[in-house]
């Protein structure tokens, strides 16, 4: 079984950090492109980050410079660290894996449950 579980959302005023977790099991981790999404109300699912099992990163464009994705293969975990935030950042955020599953090593799209994010101006 897939499990992706974020950790680290909450309240923060504009300006300040948090530091997004996602652990993942049952994926061949190394080999999967972890990414970061985020939805707001009223809004569609949008890429905020994703960075590919050889370590490549991509950025939306309007977080570029103030957020910053990594990754720890020993840990199975996925790191999205938010700095300046503003209030537009709020959403509930997404950790996704695209890749192979473990013992079957079959590819899929797999995402968590989400965490909420909410900078208060």
């Known amino acids: 079984q897939v499990q992706l579980v974020e950790s680290g959302g909450g309240l923060v005023q504009a300006g300040g950090s948090l530091r997004l977790s996602c652990a993942a099991s049952g994926i061949i981790f190394n080999d999967n492109a972890m990414g970061w999404y985020r939805q707001a109300p009223g809004k569609q699912r949008e890429l905020v980050a994703i960075i590919t099992s050889g370590g490549s990163t991509n950025y939306k464009d309007s977080v570029k410079g103030r957020f910053t994705i990594s990754r720890d293969n020993a840990k199975n975990t996925v790191f999205l660290q938010m700095n300046s935030l503003k209030p537009e950042d709020t959403a509930v955020y997404y950790c996704?894996?695209?890749?192979?599953?473990?013992?079957?090593?079959?590819?899929?799209?797999?995402w968590g449950q989400g965490t909420q994010v909410t900078v208060s101006s």
């Open positions: 996704n894996a695209k890749g192979p599953r473990i013992f079957t090593r079959l590819v899929g799209n797999y």
